[in-house]
């Protein structure tokens, strides 16, 4: 191996002479063509990160209307264009229909069932995929979140029932859940920067998800139709991967070939000297590691994990248990209109967090997590008692949950890549994203419970 590498002459300032295969550095090779593929990278996770979450998102977002219409299914097909499909005359009719006497503003089913059918399936694939993920190749897998993510917003968007439009979560949930743990383990073969793109589009997917979806139906445009503008994400998800990103020799693309032996090393920088020479990771594939070393791995994650799960139980929480219930009456905003600006203020402070992490860097996540904990504290006795006088004191507390919520997940996984050796890392990133999935689906399910409380109350 050192003889075929060096035959082709001096090594070049750049790179690494002690690694089998070149590895430059961008400091020293400043070359257009290397700031163009370095730029690329960055700019294909950024993208992956947004249309990953996107379809999830817009799902959270869309939680109160997808009740709201199975529970009036005559309301979405009956109003004016221009009036609010989810309002007109719904307050009188729940009261009228139920017999609701509860001093809160309920749907029958609470938001956070459609959280639970949003993140068990993520929960499943993130909590089985380490162990058999990496058999199947990276367009195999890229291939199948566009799929899922396309059909969670045809499903919800022709659906008549409760069940289909669970169902269509549900495929939400597999294609962020698949796309989640793909993305972060390929970020393994690039440079560390790549996972402040990743980060920064997911972010972003929250902001723009949660904006396009209240502006859109704001506009006039139903819920339906919205979703179906939405199927633009998909393709855009495909073209991210497989036109945006340049991908290295050691990603597998439709095959599953075995990329560990050195002659592979060797014939891949054979036959792609250029971007070799670009790559912004070195080009060896990690080995297999046994189960022992997975277990040792995963035990020294958890100061990261269980920080990063609490942080999620707290926000989501909040989120899906509280955003329902903190409803402001004598304002211009309708129920619905505010629990849309609920989540696209939580989601603006997402995406400026998980954007800051070229800035500031936290090693300590336990912090955000406590801080985390005092917000969903004082939120519960602010829906008790009821003694805000103004929406925007909210406003302003949702957006710090944002950034706590951000700055949590940014800072993981960027401490992780960081301190995670070149063999680790793979696994590594794809078995940490197990936190905030398990923090959402228990808040979840104790969100139900309280949701239910709350709404008995007169």
């Known amino acids: 191996m050192e003889s075929s590498v060096r035959a082709r002459g001096t090594v070049p300032s750049g790179w690494d002479s002690d690694e089998d295969v070149r590895v430059p550095d961008p400091l020293l090779r400043p070359s257009v063509e290397y700031r163009i593929v370095y730029w690329r990278n960055i700019v294909g996770f950024w993208f992956l990160g947004l249309c990953n979450n996107f379809a999830y998102v817009i799902m959270l977002s869309a939680a109160h209307d997808i009740l709201s219409k199975q529970e009036f299914p005559n309301n979405g097909s009956t109003v004016s264009q221009n009036s609010d499909p989810n309002e007109a005359g719904m307050l009188q009719s729940r009261d009228d229909s139920r017999g609701n006497t509860s001093r809160y503003d309920c749907n029958k089913v609470s938001t956070a069932a459609i959280l639970l059918a949003d993140i068990l399936p993520t929960l499943v694939i993130k909590l089985t995929a380490p162990f058999y993920i990496h058999h199947i190749p990276y367009s195999v897998r890229v291939s199948l979140c566009v799929l899922t993510a396309a059909g969670s917003f045809l499903i919800v968007s022709f659906s008549t029932g409760i069940g289909m439009s669970f169902l269509g979560v549900v495929f939400a949930s597999i294609s962020s859940g698949l796309g989640e743990v793909t993305f972060l383990s390929l970020t393994a073969h690039f440079h560390s920067v790549v996972v402040s793109g990743w980060s920064s589009g997911t972010g972003g997917a929250g902001i723009f998800g949660a904006l396009s979806y209240s502006g859109l139906t704001q506009a006039g445009i139903s819920p339906e139709n919205t979703l179906l503008v939405m199927l633009v994400v998909p393709v855009l998800m495909a073209c991210s991967y497989f036109i945006i990103l340049v991908h290295p020799p050691t990603v597998s693309s439709w095959g599953c070939c075995n990329t560990n032996s050195p002659h592979h090393a060797v014939v891949a920088s054979d036959r792609q000297p250029l971007i070799d020479s670009m790559l912004l990771h070195p080009a060896r594939q990690a080995p297999d590691l046994a189960l022992s070393e997975k277990l040792r791995i995963t035990k020294g994650l958890m100061k990261y994990i269980i920080p990063l799960m609490v942080v999620y139980f707290a926000e989501y929480f909040i989120n899906q248990g509280l955003f329902e219930l903190l409803y402001f009456r004598n304002i211009p905003l309708k129920h619905s209109e505010q629990y849309r600006w609920y989540q696209t203020l939580y989601q603006a402070g997402v995406f400026v967090s998980r954007s800051s992490v070229s800035c500031f860097r936290i090693r300590r996540v336990w912090i955000l997590a406590f801080l985390q904990c005092i917000n969903m504290v004082f939120l519960i006795f602010v829906v008790y008692y009821m003694f805000l006088p103004s929406i925007y004191i909210i406003f302003v507390l949702i957006c710090y949950e944002g950034l706590l919520g951000g700055a949590g ?50």
């Open 409 to 458: 997940y940014v800072n993981t996984f960027n401490n992780i890549s960081r301190e995670s050796t070149d063999d680790e890392r793979e696994f590594a990133m794809g078995t940490a994203c197990i936190a905030d999935t398990f923090g959402i689906a228990i808040s979840g399910a104790v969100a139900i419970p309280l949701h239910d409380y709350f709404c008995s109350l007169s």
